[in-house]
């Protein structure tokens, strides 16, 4: 079975290894891979039993913004250190940052999407970018809706 | 039973018709933005118990239970299923065995739901006691572990997805690099004491 990637998990979290999650398109299920340090674990959405997805703004990237521009900032004070360690050590870290907060900004903003079956609400972390979520759904939905129409109910083969 | 739909903030329940797919709607208890797509799923009843009838003679037999009437054969094993053995995995439908076989055949074909990552553990080996500084000293025997469960999963270590040998060759270089450390430490040892 072939997948292709739809979304993985941000950049603070590329950043730590083990602590990954990534969300990939199957022929007739979405397949959810977390990896907790030393495992990977499989979770598998099959198109016709997703019932809801939803997705709630949040304010997770104007949180993470302050904290990268505020870190940006402090090590931006080592520029008035007449020591040419602590401007290389300062520059090195608020271009970091820097980077970190611009990134976070190009991104946009994030949400909290949830996957709902008959059995459980699963939230997925991959698409908790406004634009990735959009940008799944628009390959996604259409997959649901055409597996979910195709399919009810289920076949009785012998009936 | 029908499905309920929540609001992912407060909890309470929302009303279908707020919504349209790829527009966001406010919840009317906390007021939150709430983008939801519904699916024809939603809709289903799922308290409507499934339907058994008994097999008349000569028509064939669920083959767990013998006097209900086989509605659809299992994808993997042929055999006959009733409603109630009958397991809806995506497209495929399957009996409890197959089902649990399956889940453990490490194959494209198979559902396995996890994997041990090798590489990942081979690198934590050697890097893990290094970075704590403090227990640096485990690096005489993590590295020489290190060493074999690289090369000893090279080609062994299983994931549904493909991936690279990089950690394999990092963890090999790095213990490799340790191996040599210990044993020239060692040597540089026993020779000062002559």
Redesign the interface.
Known sequence: ?S?TKLSGSGLLMTLF??LRTKL?LGT??L?L?E?L????????F????????????TSRWLVFGAIWSFLALLAALSFFVHNPVAVATGTLFTALFGFAFVHNMIQGPT??V?F???VQTHRIAPLERIRD?RKG?EII?PL??TA??A??P?????? | MLAKLTCPHCSESLPIDLFVAGQAGRCPACNSQVEAYIFPEFHKDSSIPPEIRLAPEHEAACYFHSRYRAVNPCDNCGRFLCEICTINVGSRQLCAECLSQLRKQRNEAGLVHHSALFDNVALFLVTAPVITVFFCFLTILSAPVSLFLSVYYWSRQWNLLPRSHFRFVLAILLSLLLIAFWVFLIYYIATGRR
């Open positions: 079975m997948y290894p083990g990939y007739d299920h397949l891979i990896q340090i030393l495992v990977e674990r499989y979770k598998r099959y198109f016709r039993d997703i019932q809801v997805i939803t997705a709630t703004q949400c909290i949830r709902q079956t008959a979520f759904m939905e649901i809706q979910q129409l399919n009810t289920p076949p009785n083969r012998n009936a």
